[in-house]
């Protein structure tokens, strides 16, 4: 436990965090960074960024409410000290996501508003599930739905985004940078905290895999809505911004830019579910496949 309590600390997170990789940045960018003309300028393009924005605004304000509520359940304090911690670090990605919907022009008073207008009903009923799990003050199944299976989401996802944008937006890609050394963090501790607690409790495993079943259904239908109807979009992109087959955005061995959308969907949720099998494995539960979801 003293190896936890160090790794996990407040100490450590204020070492590895605010005075490491965020320092001399602003809402997690370089200072003075702009956002690109071409999402100010281009409607299609910023009605793409103002949907993808939304969706993460959604899912971090999700685990903002996940890792919040799961620490006056923790067992323990080192637990309940990490998940302080995240807890900041959820709050700061909702904030620095918001930020750039700002950015991109939308009114303080019309945020609500657009993230239900661009919001995806799949995403909100994954974080039903999730957070129906946190009010119980089920401690075992939330930490899993969170930081292994929407984390891991959340990892790949912004992932893909940075490989996506660090040619044409080195703001966002910056931005991204920050939350994925966060989330990496936040995966490593659910990873290292619940394995000794399935074992300890085996028979928890059957409920706990079928959260698992029912927030990666959502999280696929999800997937799928987002790369639907996109190829104007994509032909847009590679015309304003250039990007396109001789573009490189090399991720998981295939080039982002030469892919069309339902290709990236799959390159996308192959590698989410090859990664949760992984982290699943480690902590003693078996990976339960959902029936396969279409696009609305």
């Known amino acids: 436990m003293s190896d936890f309590l160090s790794a996990y600390s407040i100490q450590s997170w204020l070492e590895s965090c605010p005075q490491g990789y965020l320092m001399n940045t602003d809402y997690g960018h370089a200072l003075g960074e702009p956002e690109p003309q071409a999402y100010l ?23 903002l409410a996940a890792s919040s509520g799961l620490i006056n359940c923790a067992p323990d304090y080192a637990s309940k000290h990490f998940l302080a911690t995240q807890t900041l670090d959820e709050e700061r990605h909702v904030e620095i996501f918001t930020q750039r919907m700002f950015d991109l022009g939308v009114k303080k008073d019309e945020l609500e508003s657009t993230l239900n207008h661009y919001g995806n009903p799949h995403l909100l009923k994954f974080a039903e599930v999730l957070l129906e799990k946190v009010d ?37 890609a910056q931005i991204l940078s920050g939350t994925i050394a966060d989330e990496r963090r936040h ?38 809505e987002a790369f639907s109807d996109r190829e104007e979009t994509y032909e847009e992109s590679r015309r304003v911004l250039g990007t396109g087959e001789d573009s490189q955005a090399m991720w998981h061995g295939a080039n982002l830019s030469a892919l069309e959308p339902q290709e990236m969907e799959q390159v996308l949720a ?25 696009a609305a």
């Open 41 to 63: 300028e281009n409607d299609v393009l910023r009605n793409d960024a103002l949907s993808t924005m939304t969706q993460l605004v959604l899912g971090e304000r999700c685990a």
């Open 136 to 172: 119980k003050g089920d401690f075992v199944a939330g930490v899993v739905g969170q930081n292994i299976v929407l984390e891991g989401m959340a990892f790949s996802v912004f992932e893909m985004l940075k490989a996506v944008n660090e040619e044409s937006n080195p703001k966002l």
């Open 187 to 224: 995966v490593g501790f659910g990873e290292n905290r619940i394995g000794a607690l399935i074992r300890e409790f085996p028979e928890r495993k059957p409920e706990i895999e079928q959260m698992q079943k029912e927030m990666t259904y959502h999280m696929l239908a999800t997937f799928a």
């Open 270 to 294: 192959d590698t989410v579910l090859k990664e949760f099998k992984v982290r699943l494995g480690r902590i003693g539960l078996d990976y339960q496949s959902p029936a396969t979801p279409k």
